[in-house]
């Protein structure tokens, strides 16, 4: 299902089901002044249906060009189907070796940096919630969009996969995002709590967010940021404290 | 060419691209690094020959899939291989693992049984595996374990048991030069530099910059009373075969050096 997030932002979603419980592996499309912009390019597991919400989203035309978070499969798997590995696509990837990586030649966006891409602004965010070294968040200048992967998830019923965060009761429940995190992001058993939350405090206020789009959550409205922040420091402070040292 | 670490244990070598530029070593000049000089960090993958069946641990990045399948078919010829460990997904780890299957359509998958999304991985078929499972093999004997320290978090460990051989995985990584590609730490000229640990882990294991250093230290000494290893086999470093738990107990002071100061940088 394709969903409007801000003006210029789709939301193309996908779930993976657990069981009964879904995670979404998601990309979005940027309707950028010079063309279009994927964020991801999803997973091989949804393959079908991805090309089809791309070519339907693009009216046949495909995407212009694929920045990717990182080359893990639910996020890279697509690249070649969705053209990232021609000359029609350009193709930008935070990993300098593309190829040990699995991934065609790509440009590189230097985390910390920024790009111009279909003449739209992106910056590429080092990111305190991540499952690969050479993850990148991505924000883009337009409508105020930061693209987030693999934190800020969160896992979601059936019935719930279309929603943004308004459209929950409550925002995102909590606990639905504590099990995501503690799920995915198994090292922050280790970690102070307190450290990821000052770097989070750092990237916000280095950036006006409109809504936060992570790849495996629904989407995070500007006004319901700060429950769900909260909400996220709990279950960092939950995860730290149900891992003991034998 | 790989190198037998010892008896039935085979390590398989890739360099990856040369991090001089890219990790700045120029400009900074670290004590272990000579000016001029290339620097890697390697992707390592392991043979264990137990001389009944054989298994390969990881496997090596899409960019030497000619290179393992050329080292598998020289280290097992017409035996085969019997098993295939894929210690988590990522693709530097795993990004060979259809191209050696088809190859040898007798070996079986292992995966960690650790994480829930294993569709996304074509890691769900095929043998899964936690903390105390063993495979033997005849002479050599792995057992599997909860990943300590990961990214993935459908991840494993594991130990060869009669060789005391430790693979920790994406732990205990570490840059070296050029020359020193294939050598074990023990042959590396001078005393080992703590900083090269330092530089991987504050890159890779980028999380490392937001520990409870008394926890993870605490965790390290469990590990070192846990499996007291002779020999630790990294995926992205040298291998230790001589006072390998010293350079585990190194990492305390790795993670501290870490938490005092800001992101190294990224991999890259």
Redesign the interface.
């Known amino acids: 299902m394709t969903v409007q997030v801000t003006p210029t932002v789709e939301w193309l979603n996908q779930c993976y089901d657990h069981e009964g419980r879904h995670e979404h592996v998601s990309l979005y499309l940027v309707r950028a002044p010079e063309g279009t912009v994927l964020v991801d390019s999803g997973s091989f597991y949804h393959r079908d249906a991805i090309t089809d919400a791309v070519d339907a989203a693009t009216d046949g035309e495909g995407p212009d060009a694929i920045v990717l978070s990182h080359s893990d499969y639910p996020h890279a798997a697509n690249v070649a189907p969705l053209g990232g590995d021609t000359d029609d696509v350009e193709l930008v990837a935070s990993s300098a070796s593309p190829a040990q990586q699995g991934l065609p030649d790509a440009r590189k966006c230097d985390i910390g940096g920024t790009l111009t891409i279909q003449g739209r602004k992106f910056s590429f965010v080092d990111p305190p919630l991540a499952d690969r070294s050479h993850t990148t968040w991505i924000y883009e200048h337009g409508d105020g969009v930061l693209f987030t992967a693999d934190g800020f998830g969160n896992y979601h019923d059936p019935g719930e996969c279309d929603n943004l965060s308004g459209d929950f009761p409550d925002v995102t429940p909590a606990e639905d995002i504590y099990e995501y995190h503690r799920d995915n992001l198994v090292w922050l058993r280790y970690v102070a709590p307190e450290k990821v939350e000052r770097t989070l405090d750092d990237i916000f206020d280095d950036v006006d967010v409109a809504a936060v789009a992570p790849i495996h959550g629904n989407p995070i409205e500007a006004d319901g940021l700060d429950t769900y922040r909260d909400r996220l420091a709990d279950a960092m402070e939950r995860i730290a404290a149900e891992h003991v040292v034998a | 060419m790989p190198r037998e670490i010892v008896p039935g244990i085979h390590w398989i070598y890739e360099a990856?691209?040369d991090r001089t530029e890219?990790w700045d070593l120029a400009d900074r000049n670290p004590e272990w690094y000579d000016p001029g000089r290339e620097a890697y960090v390697p992707?390592c993958a392991y043979l264990v020959d137990g001389g009944e069946e054989t298994l390969l641990f990881d496997t090596l990045?899409?960019?030497s899939t000619d290179q393992i399948l050329a080292t598998i078919d020289d280290l097992v010829g017409d035996r085969g291989l019997d098993y295939l460990v894929v210690s988590h997904?990522?693709?530097?780890h795993a990004?060979n693992t259809l191209a050696i299957l088809e190859e040898h359509p007798e070996a079986t998958l292992v995966a960690p049984e650790y994480?829930?999304?294993h569709?996304?991985?074509?890691l769900d078929e095929g043998l899964h595996v936690d903390e105390g499972d063993e495979l033997e093999l005849g002479d050599r004997t792995v057992k599997f374990h909860e990943a300590t320290?990961?990214?993935?978090?459908v991840?494993v460990w594991m130990t060869e048991e009669t060789t005391e051989t430790l693979f920790p995985v994406d732990w205990m990584g570490f840059i070296h030069l050029d020359e020193e590609k294939l050598r074990f730490v023990d042959e590396l000229d001078g005393e080992f530099d703590r900083s090269r640990l330092v530089e991987f882990h504050g890159?890779?294991?980028?999380?490392y910059?937001?520990?409870?250093v008394e926890?993870?230290n605490?965790?390290i000494d469990?590990l070192i009373r846990?499996f007291d290893p002779e020999i630790v086999a990294p995926a992205h470093g040298l291998v230790i075969r001589e006072d390998a738990t010293e350079y585990m107990a190194m990492m305390k002071e790795v993670t501290r050096t870490i938490d005092g100061q800001e992101?190294i940088g990224?991999?890259?």
């Open positions: 990856g691209p890219s992707q990045s899409p960019a997904p990522d693709v530097p990004g994480g829930n999304d569709e996304l991985y074509h320290f990961l990214d993935s978090p991840s890159r890779v294991l980028f999380w910059q937001y520990i409870d926890k993870t605490a965790e469990s846990r992101r990224t991999l890259g």
